[in-house]
């Protein structure tokens, strides 16, 4: 894509959709770390792996992980606060990479295969560090502050501006004495 007067950095934010995301599912990131999800869970369904229960479920988890805190970031329509949750991502992802060397060594994986899982780790912790750079950035803040401001309307001609608008019952029985106990009955 061509983007003229606008720096190299602003142009990737701009190609990967960062600036305009209306889903989750359109940010590299999520993307990237969505891929990863799926292929570690592909990987674990057959051989020794998949009956070693507490690995199987504790290198699932940390992969979904990568992909969740993404989704839950996003949620949070805040650049710094977004930033910090994708540390989570990020640990996460490193995680998935650590139990995929442990898994090579006990003999759960074949090298190839860790080699492959683990590029598409990196792929994403490189997608995630550069979301987060972005999300850091002082044109990160701008954006959000464009997109999220209060539109300004006008006060409903309708409402009521009298600060003595009366709050009694519209009961014509109803005691107006504050003391006064109500019975159980009324």
Same mark, same amino acid.
């Given at each position: 894509m061509k983007f003229p007067g606008v720096s190299a950095w602003h142009r !990737?934010? &701009?190609? %990967?959709? %960062?600036?305009?995301?209306?889903?989750?599912? +359109? &940010?590299?990131? !999520?993307?990237?770390?969505?891929?990863?999800?799926?292929? %570690?869970?592909?990987?674990?369904?057959h051989g020794p792996v998949a009956r070693d229960f507490d690995f199987r479920n504790e290198i699932r988890d940390a992969a979904d992980s990568a992909e969740r805190n993404i989704a839950e970031g996003f949620g949070r329509f805040n650049p710094p606060v977004f930033a910090n949750v994708l540390d989570f991502s990020r640990a996460s992802a490193l995680e998935t990479k650590s139990l995929l060397k442990k898994g090579l060594v006990v003999g759960?994986?074949?090298?190839?295969? %860790?080699?492959?899982? +683990?590029?598409l780790a990196d792929r994403g912790l490189q997608a995630v560090a550069k979301f987060q750079r972005y999300l850091r950035s002082p044109e990160a803040k701008r954006n959000a502050a464009r997109r999220y401001r209060r539109k300004w309307t006008p006060k409903n001609k309708n409402a009521s501006n009298e600060t003595n608008v009366s709050n009694a019952s519209n009961e014509p029985n109803a005691s107006n004495e504050p003391n006064v106990p109500n019975a159980p009955n009324d």
């Open positions: !990737w934010c &701009l190609s %990967v959709r %960062v600036a305009g995301a209306n889903r989750f599912e +359109d &940010l590299l990131s !999520w993307q990237r770390m969505h891929e990863l999800n799926i292929e %570690v869970w592909k990987a674990t369904e759960y994986f074949k090298t190839d295969e %860790v080699t492959r899982l +683990d590029g």
